[in-house]
């Protein structure tokens, strides 16, 4: 570990409210004990107020006082980090293992009372989320330095659901996890424009000798998030009006799609205002998830559209069910 490792290491120890002699630090630290001297005194000129008794019992302890000192955690923050790093490895979080890490530094410089109250919150949260690939992982990695540094990054992409891979110059501007997928964000050099790519589709990423700075101001969340919306100058809005049961409303008012759009709900009803060209494309097929839970009053042009994906899929799977039939 480095120095400011080791240093905060040994005011964690000495943290527990117990004394321990320099020998004692430095077997745990595994470091030699005349490395220890210097840290303690490194620690005691910043403003550490360490405590040394001599004799048989002796050895270094803080003053009760610095229990408060802002290079601690409380009990809360201790939990919110331990909860931070349930979410983090579920959503395939790219420095997962360094979270684990810091987790685990809570539990060992901590007191028997302190360690037994983090592992029972740390029990208390739990995340379901399919795993990310371990190539991913590197992905992420790899775009958050390069991202950090400015370094443009040589990507092999695969377009779409089929097998086709573009070769990509990129200088990534940002990661985005939305909706259980990791996005990159950044100027695409062959496109000359900002574009966004899921990192489940790259195949191949390397730094090149290019380097680049983001825009001042520049929020990769914020730029998709305004691929999503349509353009407010140019679209054509329409009223919408769906019924169903309560919790279906709720559900479907709180859907991204939807919600962004709602502008009234009662307990059975709930009316919205969407892009036409989105609604009878996307929203059809999010509406056509709710099954009977929910009804369309209007517009009638959703409802022809609604019942046109209904027979669409009815046949798929009917002529995909008759070859069995015939056997």
């Known amino acids: 570990m480095s120095k400011a490792d080791n240093m905060l290491a040994i005011l964690w120890l000495l943290k527990t409210g117990k004394r321990h002699t320099a020998k004692q630090l430095a077997e745990a630290l595994e470091i030699h004990v005349r490395t220890v001297y210097r840290y303690i005194d490194a620690l005691c000129a910043s403003g550490v107020p360490i405590v040394v008794d001599s004799g048989h019992n002796g050895g270094y302890s803080l003053l009760a006082s610095f229990g408060e000192a802002p290079l601690t955690f409380d009990a809360d923050e201790q939990k919110a980090l331990a909860h ?17 890490r810091a987790v685990h530094k809570l539990k060992l410089y901590a007191n028997d009372e302190q360690r037994e109250r983090l592992s029972r919150h740390a029990r208390g949260v739990e995340v379901i989320h399919a795993p990310a690939a371990a190539a991913q992982a590197v992905f992420l990695q790899q775009l958050e330095v390069a991202a950090a540094e400015g370094v443009t990054l040589r990507m092999e992409y695969q377009k779409g659901y089929g097998h086709t891979v573009a070769t990509r110059h990129l200088d990534p501007y940002g990661l985005v996890f939305w909706k259980n997928r990791w996005y990159v964000v950044g100027f695409c050099r062959a496109r000359s424009d900002i574009r966004s790519f899921r990192v489940d589709r790259i195949c191949a990423l390397g730094a090149t000798d290019g380097r680049f700075e983001r825009p001042a101001g520049f929020s990769a969340r914020e730029f998709l998030l305004a691929g999503l919306r349509p353009d407010p100058e140019r679209a054509e809005y329409v009223p919408v009006r769906i019924a169903g049961r ?67 899929l009815q046949r798929y799977y009917r002529e995909l069910l008759e070859p069995q039939l015939d056997t």
């Open 84 to 100: 931070a790093a349930v979410f983090a490895r579920e959503a395939g979080y790219p420095f997962g293992e360094a979270l684990t």
């Open 246 to 312: 309560e919790q279906a409303l709720n559900d479907l008012c709180s859907h991204w799609f939807f919600g962004q759009a709602l502008v009234q709900r009662t307990t059975t009803e709930a009316w919205f205002n969407i892009e036409r060209q989105s609604l009878y494309t996307m929203g059809a097929t999010f509406v056509l998830a709710y099954g009977k839970t929910v009804r369309v009053l209007e517009p009638p042009e959703l409802l022809d559209r609604l019942a046109a994906c209904a027979e669409e």
